[in-house]
């Protein structure tokens, strides 16, 4: 269905454009089935995935109060210069068409408007005309009901009338970076070249940028598609380098959306942002995703996020198959950061002399949004699936980005970051992965700390990828097979194991039992309530470990795990090494966080990514 757009002439000049704000999409088998997202129907009602629609007899009824397809009255309201709304639909046969409303938390439904339409092909009909948003919270959405059988619905639309809206001139730049995942790239590129591309609406409405930092894709026919070769610095110089090619060409783009690659995507998704954008009030506003998981597709992993010395996720695991989910995520917080899985920005807010700062992977996105200090909306229905992190194959690996990024955080960006704060940081994380027997990562945490310690500058003297792969090296290694047997039953016993107040206090006073006799421990290999411990990857603690010899660590989606052994040497090292890094770190303190807080323009300008990128030497590579 195409936008429409008329011209009036009236008597104050104004021009009055129709402008399309969201379509009502049914579930797909290229992006999602999971009907409760989309739709709630009876028994009388067929959703036929072939043709991509909805096949009703007499007495079927669609409900739209969904993640997708209800209409967010109040963000419309505050943030556009929407004023009443149209509602189209795609339909054959006899209906009776009603428009709802649900506030925030409510339970009970208004009736905004109803009628009776027939229409004897399957056409474009106008269902309700200049419904006034602004008497509304919460969400607006349709219900239809079958009159008579053989009843056909395909999808539909809201869209409006705005006074004066600009002429259309700027494009959306997609940035996608990316490492070794080429069947995640082919496959969204082919969802966005089938749904947006397609659409002659959208087809001159935005440009894909493919960085390239594995330098393993081919390129892509597609002249709107643009494969970029790049030098492996993470995602932080992935995207900054996403950002240095659209600047090239700045008044050709009025936005840049940033994209994970190891994400499903709705492409209705990309159409909701160029819409809304089209309408905002505020065109320094950027737009965040909200992350769904790929393995539950129906959980929402977060809505935004705050960042204050740690990370917050705003509205975290919940079921948006449920409309009180639904409307809790309309409810608005404080966020002042959107994870790049999806974040459109404008290009106005950011240049050449404020790039993201390089993390390599980690903390880039807070960093950046802190700086420039924009604000951020969220709309239902604008989301990515993306792999959850617990089943990242190498978890390990990213708290060295994790401690290391997020203390350079605190120490430039907060006031109430201290020695004290930084020394406590180091002294949690690394004591809890070495009383886990995770003396490797204890080890990494500790060469975060380390390399934290040598300064900004340091970033300079090293290369990037090689640096990853020691980190890589250092880790805990998961196997399919790994030498000790998985039991559930010792798995969910670990997870739901508690202690009182004196089985802590004996913990902590033996370090984690790395004090106590050898009598004292279990035998390790037995499969029994007294032998080793089994544990999830993500979510192990201490406790699950005091008096056992040997853990599994055990991921239980992908089925992978490794074995941990009690050392008393490599504890007592790690100790050492820990009061050692905390003593310097107390003596430098204070003259890092002036060095970290004076090099920021240094590290998040142009001249240091061009030559960070080494752009000058890859030139000739670029397509």
Request: hydrophobic share 40%; proline share 3%.
């Amino acid at each position: 269905m195409t936008e429409v757009i008329v011209n009036l002439k009236l008597e104050s000049k104004n021009t009055i454009t129709a402008v399309k704000l969201q379509n009502i999409v049914l579930p797909n088998t290229d992006i999602c089935t999971t009907e409760e997202l989309f739709l709630r129907r009876n028994s009388k009602c067929l959703l036929n995935y072939e043709q991509n629609r909805v096949e009703l007899k007499q007495g079927g009824i669609i409900k739209f109060d969904s993640y997708f397809n209800s209409f967010s009255a109040h963000k419309w309201q505050e943030y556009t210069n929407v004023k009443t709304i149209n509602l189209n639909l795609s339909l054959q046969g006899k209906f009776q068409i009603k428009l709802l409303q649900v506030d925030y938390f409510s339970k009970t439904v208004n009736l905004v408007n109803q009628t009776v339409i027939t229409s004897d092909n399957l056409d474009d009909v106008v269902v309700f005309h200049d419904i006034e948003i602004q008497a509304y919270k919460g969400l607006l959405y349709l219900e239809i009901e079958a009159l008579a059988d053989n009843c056909i619905f395909t999808g539909g639309y809201f869209n409006a009338k705005v006074n004066n809206l600009p002429e259309i001139n700027e494009k959306i730049a997609i940035v996608i970076c990316t490492y070794k995942r080429e069947a995640y790239i082919y496959k969204n590129i082919q969802l966005l070249e089938k749904y947006l591309f397609i659409n002659p609406d959208l087809v001159n409405r935005f440009e894909i940028f493919v960085i390239d930092n594995g330098k393993t894709l081919n390129n892509f026919v597609n002249p709107k598609v643009h494969l970029i070769p790049n030098k492996n610095t993470g995602g932080s110089g992935g995207y900054t380098r996403g950002i240095l090619e659209v600047l090239e060409h700045k008044t050709d783009f009025s936005h840049i959306i940033f994209m994970d690659d190891d994400v499903v995507i709705a492409p209705e998704a990309f159409e909701r942002i160029y819409n809304f954008q089209r309408v905002i009030n505020d065109k320094s506003l950027c737009i965040g995703g909200s992350m769904l998981k790929l393995d539950n597709k129906y959980v929402q992993h977060e809505n935004g996020a705050i960042w204050d010395d740690e990370i917050v996720r705003i509205k975290p695991d919940i079921d948006l198959r449920v409309l009180k989910n639904v409307l809790f995520n309309e409810v608005e917080e404080h966020i002042n950061y959107n994870g790049w899985w999806l974040f459109c920005f404008p290009t106005k807010v950011i240049d050449n002399f404020n790039l993201p700062y390089p993390f390599f992977v980690r903390g880039d996105d807070i960093e950046l949004a802190i700086r420039l200090q924009q604000r951020i909306v969220t709309l239902n229905g604008i989301c990515v699936w993306h792999e959850s992190f617990e089943n990242k194959s190498s978890p390990a690996s990213q708290h060295y980005y994790s401690i290391k990024n997020e203390m350079i955080l605190s120490i430039i960006y907060s006031d109430k970051f201290s020695r004290i704060s930084a020394i406590k940081k180091i002294l949690k994380f690394s004591l809890k992965e070495a009383f886990c027997y995770k003396y490797k990562t204890a080890n990494l945490i500790l060469q975060a700390a380390s390399d934290l310690l040598n300064g900004p500058y340091y970033i300079k003297t090293i290369n990037p990828e090689d640096k990853n792969l020691e980190v890589l090296r250092m880790t805990e290694k998961s196997v399919k097979k790994p030498e000790l047997p998985f039991v559930y039953g010792k798995y969910e016993k670990s997870i739901e194991e508690r202690e009182n107040s004196l089985h802590r206090l004996i913990r902590l006073i033996t370090l984690n039992g790395h004090l106590l006799p050898n009598f004292l421990f279990h035998k390790q290999n037995r499969l029994s309530e007294k032998g080793y411990t089994i544990v999830p990857t993500y979510g192990y603690r201490p406790i699950n470990f005091f008096r056992a010899r040997k853990g599994l660590y055990y991921n239980i989606n992908n089925h992978e795990g490794f074995v941990v052994i009690i050392s008393r040497l490599e504890f007592f090292r790690i100790f050492v090494k820990t009061i050692i890094i905390c003593l310097q770190m107390a003596v430098k303190f204070s003259r890092l966080k002036q060095l970290y807080r004076e090099t920021l323009p240094e590290l998040t300008n142009k001249t240091f990514w061009e030559n960070y990128l080494e752009i000058n030497k890859s030139s000739g590579d670029n397509c």
